[in-house]
Structure formats: structure tokens, C-alpha cells
């Protein structure tokens, strides 16, 4: 390709190019500033104290997935629309403000209820609090708007900001196991501020004004989320149930070994994974099947490449951050870079042929199949081998079943 196409390429595409950058950007501040400080917390902390701070993290993520409904797909896709109207983006956002918030206070209650029923729970309410905590930052952070609007480098400096402010807090606080809940609570509270503050921009920089809605003035807003919420939490209690599972049949040690394995894959997942979520607000506006295509072969081949990646550095990657003690994280961390996979082309399905053509409940039943297939691998594999890998190799083939029912569908129905 001549130099002169490429800068054609790129003027064209300069919003997208941006746009991709920002939020790779986001996700690898939020990621990157965890491994960073990962080799002093997994010391200074311990694995079993680790462990259960990543535990009571899935529990809240739970709540974190209800919470967020799936607006964001039907959001992203509305403010991309109507960018320039002011009236439009005033009432999605404070509709979806709205709608978290309410689900928030039923989450609150379900939470509060389930805290005085466990045991487990009831032993640890105090991380297990500070965690749930984490709820009010998925209210306030509307990073589905920025999106919309390809501006997603206004949140990203707020995060990196407040990130770097809430380093010092964890070398002077963190000194032993028992500050486990003071790390949390920087953590939460880092995604507290982050949500205020970019709710505050866009009240006096985008000049919306941010109100409460009437209840029955949302059900349109709860029936175009509702497949996303359906395909989501299916995918949260997946991923979710992981961890939860590990921590109750093997301990928080374990937990805290598959949690190294997933942060060495994170990285290389976030930066693939992101290119979707950049694309997706340039090709609803203009859909062609050569494109999608070709971005499929694309991101199939960048998936595998990743994969070859994590074999020949993970090994020396575990070491380096949380050193011997940990290596049982490399096995795992192989067999999880297969989901990098999984989710780029499942990704590309689901972004660029589900939902421009409208066909919201192949990405529902995508993840059903996803969901039944992972506990048909697990819970036999757990029972008859009481092996951590197990869980880790059915996640990953109920990752394969995405890709192959994906695939069926988009023949049956002849969609690409």
C-alpha cells in the first residue's frame, strides 16, 4: 500500500485511531497500575490475604454486572447517533444515571441481606463492605457517553490522575495482611472520584444537565438493555463464578495464583479487545461485509499471535512479578490466552454483525451457550480430578462454543 493511501487511511479514520487509542489506554491505566503494584502487595499482603481481596472483588463485580444493566451497548449506539443533539444526550444520560441508581438501591438491599445470611460473608463484612463500595463508581462513570462521543480521552486523564494520586496512599497505609481492607478502600474510592468528576465535566463542558427521570419513563431504556443484561450477567456469573469457585474448593491461595494468571493476559486482552469498542461507533454508521471481514481475519491472526506471546515470556513474566511461589500461575495463564482469542472474534460477531442487524437475541443465547457449557465442563472435571486447571481449561472451551455457535448462527441466518 502506497505511503500516500496510508495517510488517507489515517486522516479518514483519525476519530476511530483516537478513540481506540483512549480506551486502550483507559483499561491498560486500570490494569497496569494493579500489576505495577502487584509485587509489593502479593508481599506485603500474602496470597491468602490477596486472595481474599480478589474473593470479595468477584462478589461485588456480581452486583457491579446487575447494576450496569447492558446499557452501554444501546447508550453507545444513541449518543453515537445524535453527538450534536444536546437534548438527546441530556435525556439518555440522565435516564441511564437514573436507572443505575435504583438498581443500585435494590442491589443494597440484596447485598445487606446476603452479608447477615452467609457465613463467609458475615466472618469478612469488613473488605467485603469496602468492596461493595465499588457499586457507586459504576453508577457514576458513564464511559459508555465518552464513547459515544469519541472522547474517551477526557476520562482517561481523569483516571490516570487519580491512580497516580492514590499510589502514595498504598506504600504509606499497606503494611501487612490486616490492611487488606484499607487497599480496597483506596481502591473504590479511586473509582468514586473518578465517576464524580466525569459526570462534572459533562455538566459544565458539554452543558448537560443531569436530572432525575420518572420510573415509567425508562421501560424503553430496560427493554433495548434487557438482551445486553441477559447476555452479560450470564457472562459475569461465568467469569465470576470462577474465582468463586477456586476460593471454595481450593482456598484464597489458589485465588490469588489464577489472579496472576488472568493479570498476565489482561494487558494483551485489553489492547486487542479494545480495538471492537473503537470501531464500533464508525462502522454502525456505515456497515459493509468486506470490512467486517476482513477486520475478523485481522484480529484472528493478532489472536493467535498473542497466544505465542504469552507462551514464550509468561514464564518469566510471573517471576518477575510475583516470583517462585507463583509459577503455578504459568500453566493457567497459557490455557486462559485462548479467551484473547475468543474475545476478539466473538467481539467482532457481536459488534459488527448482532447488533447492526438488530439481532440483539443471538447475543443472549451466545452467551447462554457460553454459561451451560463452562458448568458442563467444570463441576464433573472439579468433582473427579479436584484439579485448579480444570476450571481454568472449561473456561476456555466454553469460550470455543461462543466462537463455534457464533459462527453457525451468522451461516444460518446468512448475515455476513
Not at 464511559?143 to 476520562?155: D, E, H, L, S
Amino acid at each position: 500500500m502506497k505511503t500516500g493511501n496510508i495517510r488517507k487511511i489515517v486522516f479518514r479514520n483519525t476519530k476511530v485511531i483516537e478513540n481506540y487509542f483512549f480506551m486502550t489506554a483507559l483499561q491498560i491505566i486500570s490494569s497496569l497500575f494493579g500489576i505495577l503494584i502487584y509485587p509489593y502487595l502479593i508481599r506485603v499482603l500474602g496470597a491468602s490475604s490477596y486472595g481474599l481481596y480478589v474473593f470479595s472483588l468477584s462478589i461485588t463485580t456480581y452486583f457491579i454486572g446487575f447494576i450496569s444493566f447492558g446499557f452501554n451497548f444501546p447508550a453507545v449506539k444513541a449518543i453515537a447517533q445524535n453527538k450534536n443533539n444536546l437534548q438527546v444526550k441530556t435525556a439518555v444520560i440522565s435516564s441511564i444515571l437514573t436507572a443505575k441508581t435504583y438498581l443500585a438501591l435494590i442491589s443494597t438491599l440484596i447485598f445487606f441481606i446476603l452479608l447477615y445470611s452467609i457465613p463467609f460473608m458475615r466472618e469478612n463484612k469488613l473488605i467485603i463492605t469496602v468492596s461493595y463500595l465499588q457499586i457507586i463508581g459504576e453508577v457514576l462513570f458513564p464511559q459508555w457517553y465518552f464513547q459515544g462521543i469519541q472522547k474517551m480521552k477526557i476520562v482517561t486523564y481523569i483516571q490516570l490522575g487519580i491512580r497516580l494520586l492514590s499510589l502514595p496512599f498504598i506504600f504509606i497505609f499497606i503494611k501487612s495482611p490486616a490492611d487488606c481492607w484499607i487497599y480496597a478502600l483506596i481502591t473504590a474510592l479511586s473509582v468514586i472520584f473518578g465517576g464524580m468528576l466525569s459526570i462534572f465535566y459533562i455538566q459544565r463542558h458539554d452543558n448537560v444537565t443531569i436530572r432525575f427521570v420518572s420510573i415509567s419513563s425508562l421501560k424503553n431504556y430496560f427493554r433495548d438493555a434487557m438482551p445486553f443484561f441477559w447476555s452479560s450477567s450470564v457472562g459475569t456469573i461465568k467469569q465470576e463464578s470462577v474465582t468463586i469457585i477456586i476460593g471454595s474448593f481450593f482456598g484464597m491461595r489458589d485465588v490469588a495464583l489464577y489472579d496472576l494468571a488472568n493479570k498476565l493476559i489482561i494487558i494483551p486482552r485489553m489492547l486487542t479487545t479494545s480495538i471492537n469498542g473503537a470501531l464500533f461507533p464508525k462502522i454502525i454508521e456505515n456497515t459493509t461485509k468486506s470490512v467486517i471481514k476482513k477486520i475478523i481475519r485481522y484480529e484472528t491472526l493478532l489472536g493467535f499471535a498473542v497466544i505465542a506471546c504469552i507462551i514464550l515470556f509468561g514464564r518469566f513474566a510471573i517471576l518477575l512479578l510475583g516470583g517462585a511461589p507463583m509459577l503455578g500461575s504459568y500453566p493457567m495463564a497459557i490455557i486462559l490466552s485462548v479467551t484473547i482469542l475468543v474475545w476478539l472474534v466473538v467481539g467482532c460477531y457481536i459488534s459488527f454483525i448482532f447488533v447492526p442487524a438488530n439481532r440483539y437475541y443471538l447475543v443472549t443465547r451466545n452467551q447462554l451457550v457460553a454459561f451451560i457449557s463452562f458448568f458442563l465442563f467444570c463441576i464433573p472435571s472439579v468433582l473427579l480430578f479436584h484439579n485448579i486447571l480444570t476450571i481454568v481449561v472449561a473456561l476456555t472451551l466454553s469460550g470455543l462454543c461462543e466462537m463455534v455457535y457464533c459462527y453457525y448462527q451468522i451461516k444460518k441466518h446468512n448475515l455476513l
